[in-house]
């Protein structure tokens, strides 16, 4: 099933262009279970061998895509509270124990929290249900979301292009068509390249919570 899921989102992007990019990334940065290691890097593929669409122009659509997402979920669960969040998220890919983790984080690490909760796993999709639930300043939460959106679609970007420097011929012109292509091979060359990139990212969001931790004031 996920095989399948893989192909259509590949034949949006490829079909769609910019659309296709904006619409995965609207649903990754929802409720939705889209990679978005599996949307950013093939169209960062696909720009780099001059198409239709640019690389610039593709880390715009995802971090569009991703804002659009993260804003739709904000007003819903600011609309609905956190009662309703809590009874049926489960039926959306949001069990309790999930909404619970991203309140955590929320009510820890505040507006930092948004920004590096775009850069990490899981808590990426869901960091906006508990800031529309405690009210948070829609226009914080939108400009903390765009930077830290910015700044993983260009992450995923650079490693899209890296990992197309290593297809060969004929993959790439498959990947161009649209046709016959080896998504199996593209997936293991795009978690292969993300586990560096991701790493750093993770060190980087580690150094910056372990400051917070160390520089928080003393509660009595």
Sequence with gaps: ????????????????????????????????PVPSELVVPPAAILAAQGGRMTVLGVIVAGTFGSWLGAAITYWTALWVGRPVVMRFGKYFFMPPQKVERAERFMHRYEGGGIFFARLLPVIRHLISIPAG??????????????????????????????VGRQLDPQQMMALQQ??????????????????????????????YFLALRLTEKKRP
Excluded: P
Excluded at 6 to 22: D, L
Excluded at 134 to 140: A, E, L, P, S, Y
Excluded at 197 to 204: F, H, N, Q, S
């Design 178 to 207: 649209g046709k016959g292509v080896d998504l199996t091979h593209l997936i293991h060359a795009v978690k292969l390249e993300a586990v560096w990139i991701v790493g750093a990212v993770a060190v980087v969001c580690v150094l």
């Design 1 to 32: 099933m996920m095989q399948s899921l893989i192909e259509i989102w590949f034949r949006w992007v490829h079909e769609w262009g910019y659309g296709g990019v904006v619409v995965l990334m609207a649903m990754e940065s929802s409720i939705f």
């Design 133 to 162: 639930i405690i009210r948070m300043g829609f226009v914080k939460f939108s400009v903390l979301t765009v930077v830290g959106s910015a700044l993983w679609c260009w992450v995923l970007a650079v490693l899209g292009q890296k």
